[in-house]
């Protein structure tokens, strides 16, 4: 008579819950479990199979949740936004490039380490709220190590890069040293904080502003810096006619049509915004399996005019690794989703355009596979990462029966319904509050630094109505 097998000792299992895996076959499994131990998944499947295979030190009752893998942000400025969220960038008739030199930049470049810390901070627990378990950074960091810090304490996995830009401007400042200078920056934030085959919760990617920013010298640099440690780099580029203007009077060729002749293409690169590309930028893109992220809400109250020439549904449908990012202008990546779908079905009169799946596969599944992160996370598979979240399906915005969980969670499901959130098997929200680091404290201490910030600048406070 053989023995019979021994349990899989686990610490935690999450019983009756459904289960939207992600797996290869996109399985749903109603009734199910998920354990982990340690930072593992190490079973997942029907609850009575787990209860007779696995034993659990701590057992949850799931059954008025959904569960899913972590969303990904591929796209969120960490630091610079969260402390003035509400300042009005701009004047009334200055141009976006006015806007952007006159307000915007001098808001980065006035924060100190202390501001950064905090920002990063409040923009990972907002993230980590809506279910963001994975961001990438949108390469405008300044003060890495502060950063870094602050983002260690929150337990969120990120990819962060300090503010990169290698063009001279100036003719009389010499362009091989600015290019020679920014490398460096890129060389030092790779070593130090080393993304150990995707293993590191946190690590440094050579991340670009991007536009007409860096040079070839510094944008071949990253590419090569990727290629050797298996990283990825990411840049802004052609959300308006301005970038295509540019390259087009320098180079004579549009932006992604200059970086395939220079070989800085590719299955590593993961460009921001892309509304303002052409056909023959579509088939680079696509050939050279580049990532490209959307960011929906950018977009719309940026004028891009995504919905009249933007090309992200050719882009899914040619297999292209579509993502979504919040660009700091709203937490929220499953509203950013939403918003996108909605988008471009009104501007094609398609309804049927870019269904409930689809949105969940940007949100999860295509960042952890451009990321180079789909052997980590991307799934609730035995062997992945615990980065997982529970979605409370006992809410009145849920309705009655759950009849197509995935479905109700990509377009009707409340995005404030997270409940709780695991990354790297820590439970890092339960019932809607952080565990890991005082928010009633961090808030206080923002509030405090975001005004400080704008008294350093000097910079008016507008606002449409007047405040008494």
Not at 38 to 46: E, H, L, M, S, T
Not at 293 to 298: F, T
Not at 429 to 434: A, Q
């Given at each position: 008579m053989s023995e019979p097998s021994?349990?899989?000792?686990?610490?935690?299992?999450?019983?009756?819950?459904?289960?939207?895996?992600?797996n290869a076959v996109r399985e749903v499994i109603e009734d199910g479990a998920?354990?982990?131990?340690?930072?593992?998944?190490?079973?997942?499947?029907?609850?009575?199979?787990?209860a007779r295979t696995v034993k659990a030190a701590s057992v949850i009752d799931g059954r008025r949740f959904a569960v899913t893998p972590g969303f990904v942000d591929a796209h969120i400025h960490i630091t610079g936004d969260p402390l003035t969220r509400g300042f009005a960038r701009g004047a009334p008739g200055e141009t976006w490039s006015e806007k952007l030199q006159r307000w915007v930049i001098p808001l980065f470049r006035a924060q100190t380490a202390e501001d950064e810390k905090l920002a990063a901070q409040c923009a990972a627990l907002a993230m980590i709220r809506y279910g963001t378990t994975t961001f990438v950074e949108a390469g405008t960091v300044l003060k890495l190590d502060a950063v870094m810090e602050g983002l260690s304490e929150t337990g969120i996995r990120g990819r962060v890069g300090e503010w990169v830009e290698g063009r001279a401007y100036d003719p009389a400042l010499d362009q091989a040293k600015v290019s020679a200078d920014a490398i460096k920056i890129l060389e030092s934030e790779v070593a130090r904080y080393p993304d150990r085959?995707?293993?590191?919760?946190?690590?440094?990617?050579?991340?670009l502003v991007g536009h007409s920013t860096n040079s070839d010298e510094v944008w071949l640099a990253a590419k090569t810096l990727a290629d050797d440690h298996d990283l990825r780099v990411s840049a802004h580029m052609s959300p308006r006619a301005g970038d295509p203007a540019w390259f087009l009077e320098r180079y004579n060729r549009r932006p992604l049509e200059h970086l395939a002749d220079i070989g800085a293409l590719g299955e590593r690169i993961m460009l921001t915004h892309l509304a303002d590309i052409d056909r023959s930028e579509l088939e680079l893109l696509v050939a050279s399996g580049a990532g490209a992220?959307?960011?929906?809400?950018?977009a719309l109250q940026g004028g891009f005019g995504v919905a009249h020439i933007g090309l992200f549904p050719e882009m899914l449908e040619r297999g292209v690794d579509v993502m979504l990012g919040t660009d700091g202008m709203a937490a929220d990546i499953l509203g950013s989703g939403r918003l996108m779908a909605s988008l471009f079905r009104d501007a094609r009169c398609d309804q049927e355009l870019i269904p409930a799946t689809t949105v969940l596969e940007m949100a999860i599944l295509n960042p952890a596979r451009a990321m180079g992160l789909s052997h980590r996370i991307g799934s609730l598979e035995p062997g992945k990462k615990a980065d997982f979240v529970l979605h409370d399906t006992w809410l009145p915005d849920w309705g009655g029966p759950v009849f197509d969980v995935v479905n109700q969670l990509?377009?009707?499901?409340?995005?404030?319904g997270v409940h709780s959130v695991w990354i790297d098997g820590v439970r890092v929200?339960?019932?809607?509050?952080?565990t890991l680091i005082d928010q009633d404290k961090l808030m206080a201490d923002a509030r405090q630094a975001g005004r400080a910030l704008i008294a350093r600048t000097g910079l008016p406070n507008r606002t449409p109505w007047p405040i008494s």
């Open positions: 021994p349990l899989l000792d686990a610490e935690v299992m999450i019983a009756g819950a459904t289960l939207i895996t992600m998920i354990a982990i131990a340690g930072d593992r998944i190490v079973a997942v499947g029907k609850r009575e199979a787990l085959g995707g293993e590191a919760r946190l690590a440094a990617w050579p991340l992220i959307h960011c929906p809400h950018a990509a377009f009707s499901a409340p995005s404030s929200l339960e019932d809607g509050r952080p």
